[in-house]
């Protein structure tokens, strides 16, 4: 049925660095795609939503292919502040309805000094 | 400030007892969403309501129940026929229900023992 799958990691990665990983999906007909950053034992929070020319907020970058069915997050110049469990979530349905949203496991990034 | 409130963050209950949760937006969005998160694992649909007084079993609504009786608020009722409950629950909020991002509220972390 509906999946998303992500690496979960853990991305051990040094202050600095430029990190990117990716999630799939595996429903074609998916219309909206997001990031959630996820700090431990809290909630999920909006990174950035996916549109289909790409979007950039600062240091993240979010890309859409649709022909391989992937999302990417790209977080330049990582701060240690960055380490967190991103997640990938994905609304397959266009005409809206509440299972449409699903979210993927997760990647844990841990960004080392 | 608008935002998204559960209360309480902690709840403690010994098995066989039934537990309400607490949901409150402040948002003017007519969609919620109940959501339960497990060590490791995604987020599960547990149920939602795209308006008031509606609402609709998600994809593990067994032992659970809800009421939307206003706008703001969407309590969920852990009930004793729930076989594993303790988890961390997670009410979320869009302005809609369709491809509208979900903001969520900082969660209820329950432990039945």
């Known amino acids: 049925r509906k999946e998303v799958e992500q690496d979960p990691g853990p991305f051990n990665v040094p202050e600095g660095a430029t990190v990117a990983f990716n999630c799939t999906y595996s429903?074609?007909?998916?219309?909206?795609f997001f990031w959630y950053r996820q700090d431990c034992r809290k909630e999920p929070k909006l990174l950035m939503s996916v549109y289909s020319s790409g979007n950039e907020d600062g240091r993240f970058t979010a890309q859409l292919n649709r022909a391989s069915q992937y999302i990417s997050l790209l977080i330049r110049d990582s701060k240690l502040s960055d380490s967190a469990t991103y997640l990938c979530?994905?609304?397959?349905?266009?005409?809206?309805?509440?299972?449409?949203?699903?979210f993927g496991k997760g990647t844990h990034l841990i960004i080392q000094p | 400030d608008g935002g998204i409130t559960q209360s309480p963050k902690y709840l403690f209950r010994k098995e066989g007892q039934n537990v309400t949760l607490s949901c409150e937006q402040n948002?003017?969005?007519?969609?919620m969403y109940w959501y339960r998160q497990d060590p490791g694992q995604g987020l599960r649909l547990i149920y939602y309501?795209?308006?008031?007084?509606?609402?609709q079993k998600g994809d593990i609504a067994e032992g659970y129940s809800v009421s939307r009786e206003k706008k703001e608020s969407f309590p969920l009722t852990v009930t004793s026929a729930q076989k594993n409950p303790t988890a961390f629950y997670l009410c979320?909020?869009?302005?809609?229900?369709?491809?509208?991002?979900?903001?969520f509220g900082p969660g209820t972390r329950l432990t039945v023992t």
């Open positions: 948002l003017n969005h007519d969609a």
């Open positions: 429903n074609s007909a998916s219309q909206s």
């Open positions: 979530v994905v609304n397959p349905y266009s005409g809206g309805g509440a299972d449409g949203l699903t």
């Open positions: 309501s795209q308006i008031v007084n509606d609402f």
């Open positions: 979320a909020s869009s302005i809609k229900m369709g491809q509208y991002e979900q903001y």
